[in-house]
T-cell receptor, first 114, second 113 residues
Framework: NAGVTQTPKFQVLKTGQSMTLQCAQD?????MSWYRQDPGMGLRLIHY???????DQGEVPNGYNVSRSTTEDFPLRLLSAAPSQTSVYFC?????????????FGPGTRLLVL | AQSVTQLDSHVSVSEGTPVLLRCNYS??????LFWYVQHPNKGLQLLLK??????LVKGINGFEAEFKKSETSFHLTKPSAHMSDAAEYFC???????????FGAGTRLFVKA
């Protein structure tokens, strides 16, 4: 298994540009989630999904969209990038029938918005 | 409402000495509690979890944590630090049956030779 993969590893955007951060897992996990990590603030939940076709907002959803058309993929879209979205983004997934308790994290995407 | 407070932003120990990373939590429901570790430029790895079974939880790499409801604490300990333990550690809370997770701000552990 490749586990949780994220692309790209690094990205530089200009204010107002849009982009999609990709996340995929090959472990047949039901739960997937997106976090952002900022210095001194730990990780904050952006959006999560409990299965294909089902998504919900986390703690800091504004400026981000998600969809879950397949079990494997959970892309995060930035509609109009802002400097406040400069951060490291982590995708995570959880096995079925665990209530999302144990999360497996991807390696992260480092985003800089100028 | 749930919250997590990691009481130290940085902890420095010498190799071979004990490690103590402190975490207090607040939860209106029965919590599930976790410790994750993040090595530089890496993703997060689960160290251990408490989900209302034994209050003393053993994790990987010799770490353990004790759930103390009366003190609302879930401190992480290790008897003898190793250089490879240098990393950032996150305490995490979820209420059992829920999905939203709350991360602490993190504690960076330095290990001196």
């Amino acid at each position: 298994n490749a586990g949780v993969t994220q692309t790209p590893k690094f990205q530089v955007l200009k204010t107002g540009q849009s982009m999609t951060l990709q996340c995929a897992q090959d472990m047949n996990h039901e739960y997937m989630s997106w976090y952002r990590q900022d210095p001194g603030m730990g990780l904050r939940l952006i959006h999560y999904s409990v299965g294909a076709g089902i998504t919900d907002q986390g703690e800091v959803p504004n400026g981000y969209n998600v969809s879950r058309s397949t079990t494997e993929d959970f892309p995060l879209r930035l509609l109009s990038a802002a400097p406040s979205q400069t951060s490291v983004y982590f995708c995570a997934s959880s096995p079925p029938r665990t209530g999302g308790e144990t999360q497996y994290f991807g390696p992260g995407t480092r985003l800089l918005v100028l | 409402a749930q919250s997590v407070t990691q009481l130290d932003s940085h902890v420095s120990v010498s190799e071979g000495t004990p490690v103590l990373l402190r975490c207090n939590y607040s939860s209106s429901y029965s919590p599930s509690l976790f410790w994750y570790v993040q090595h530089p430029n890496k993703g997060l790895q689960l160290l251990l979890k408490y989900t209302s079974a034994a209050t003393l939880v053993k994790g990987i790499n010799g770490f353990e944590a004790e759930f103390k409801k009366s003190e609302t604490s879930f401190h992480l300990t290790k008897p003898s630090a190793h250089m490879s333990d240098a990393a950032e550690y996150f305490c995490v809370v979820r209420h059992t049956g829920g999905f939203k997770t709350i991360f602490g701000a993190g504690t960076r552990l330095f290990v001196k030779a």
